[in-house]
């Protein structure tokens, strides 16, 4: 069979790790494909040493569900691995049962642009096992990179303390997947533009760009290249000044400015692209003010990061537009957010559930059991703790929580607190029951979450650590499992 070198066009219900389908196998083979598992999606800590995450990639799993078939060329595919005997890894009849697969599980996530927090499940599946189980590489493999650059494009916008974001990172991003999903989860962090075109067109995403060294190269001067850009595109004139002697760019750029001026158009500004950003940008304010040019912006870039930017500021730069793109699409300096998915309960078709741990040695990597749920109170408009428990518990009379690595540091949360659950029906017996809001909304979403937080979990320096922890009677059923687990293993 021919391999193609873009494999976009086709079923992606193979974008699975092998072992997802040799577990599906062995289900299947052990006869217990029939039982019920309820998995969560979690991670264990922020990511770049921050206090909040960013949840990110809920509409790229809705359009992988709602898609979801495994279509004759993947069956195909399967029936030809072999084992290490030579022989099928999967039998004829296994595979005529994945050919029949539909998905049908329920699906409850956290909404795009929610600040989240270490262990609360971003994604509860419950449905047949096998088919929580196949699910489990997709999800983590979208939402740990969405969600990673979402937050690290948050974080940058903080740094600018509102100025304006533009997302410049496609040439140097994880490949074209890579590139997409990172424009996009950069625009809901809360950037303001790409230069990403495609994602421009894909996603509704503004996008923005000028001229790079070469144009200024291609000609014998400096000033030439300017006049030349100002004359092919008036309405969009930023001159990267760097090529030669910035501030000598700087002066140029406001000659050809005027010509533009007596045209009837409007210089945009100037480009930064190396050397000391506070200093030149100071006197390339002054320049630009001196030459009559005061609305004029200056855009910076230059491998810039939340942290460059939070110096910069604090220099007195007068940058007023920040061109971010290799620190914010790869997610430096944190490649991966490390997210998790358990299975936290089972049973067999109208039984009761089995709630179930996984043990480790480190207490940060034990599990949390049950069918959890997500519940967020507030004190007026600031959130004040977020506390996981199990769905079917009655907290009408409010709750204790506990911080899961510390029994002693416990809160009590009374009854008439208000509160929002996090986690929202998405799919109902494979059904989807939810509507993705419009990515502005999204991206509006995460403004308004943070303002809602304590100022010190946005510091980028030993940030405040916001209260999360489980449920009273989740903590005790935890506890009770690990008692239990640990027992079992010694006889």
């Known amino acids: 069979m021919p391999y193609q070198t873009l494999p976009y066009n086709q079923s992606l219900a193979l974008l699975t790790d092998l072992y997802q389908l040799t577990m599906a196998y062995g289900y299947w083979k052990a006869g217990v494909d029939g039982k019920e598992a309820v998995f969560h999606l979690t991670f264990r800590k922020h990511p770049f040493q921050g206090g909040f995450t960013i949840a990110c990639g809920l509409a790229y799993v809705i359009d992988y569900l709602e898609h979801f078939v495994l279509d004759q060329t993947d069956i195909g595919y399967l029936g030809g691995l072999k084992g290490n005997d030579g022989k099928p890894l999967f039998d004829r009849e296994f595979l005529s049962y994945l050919e029949g697969v539909r998905f049908q599980c329920d699906i ?12 609360e499940p971003l994604i509860r599946v419950q449905g047949p096992i096998v088919q929580c189980q196949i699910l489990e590489t997709v999800l983590l493999n979208i939402l740990n990179f969405q969600t990673l650059i979402a937050t690290k494009a948050a974080r940058v916008c903080l740094a600018t303390r509102g100025e304006p974001v533009l997302e410049f990172g496609l040439r140097r991003a ?3 997947d890579g590139a997409l999903a990172a424009s996009r989860a950069a625009f809901i962090g809360g950037c303001a533009a790409t230069s990403n075109v495609l994602a421009g067109k894909l996603f509704g995403i503004p996008v923005k760009g000028t001229h790079a060294h070469s144009w200024v190269m291609s000609f014998d001067d400096e000033l030439e290249a300017f006049r030349a850009y100002a004359k092919a595109m008036p309405n969009n004139c930023v001159f990267l000044v760097d090529t030669y002697d910035t501030l000598e760019g700087v002066r140029k750029a406001a000659e050809v400015g005027q010509w533009l001026r007596s045209q009837g158009h409007e210089m945009i500004g100037i480009r930064l692209d190396s050397g000391d950003l506070a200093y030149l940008s100071i006197e390339a304010r002054k320049l630009l003010d001196e030459a009559g040019f005061p609305k004029a912006v200056i855009v910076a870039s230059n491998d810039l990061d939340e942290t460059i930017i939070d110096s910069l500021k604090d220099q007195g730069a007068t940058i007023s537009v920040w061109g971010v793109g290799t620190k914010l699409v790869t997610g430096y300096d944190q490649p991966a957010l490390g997210g998790v998915y358990k299975l936290s309960a089972i ?3 109208g039984r009761e ?12 990597k034990v599990s949390n059991p049950g069918i959890q749920q997500v519940r967020r109170y507030r004190s007026g408009t600031e959130s004040i703790g977020d506390v996981i428990y199990d769905a079917q518990a009655d907290l009408t009379g409010g709750c204790i929580m506990i911080d899961p690595q510390d029994m002693t540091r416990q809160k009590r949360i009374p009854g008439d607190t208000p509160y929002a659950d996090l986690l929202l029906p998405v799919f109902r017996k494979g059904r989807r029951v939810y509507d993705p809001p419009p990515l502005p909304q999204i991206k509006q979403r995460v403004t308004q979450e943070l303002t809602g937080f304590h100022a010190g979990i946005k510091r980028f320096v030993n940030p405040h650590q916001y209260p999360v922890g489980l449920e009273k009677s989740l903590y005790t059923l935890k506890t009770d499992l690990i008692l239990h687990s640990r027992e079992v293993a010694l006889t």
């Open 347 to 349: 049973r067999e078709p």
């Open 108 to 119: 409850d996530a956290i909404p795009e642009g929610t600040v989240v927090f270490p262990h």
């Open 174 to 176: 994880q490949g074209i």
């Open 353 to 364: 559930w089995k709630h179930k741990v996984k043990l480790s040695e480190q207490s940060i």
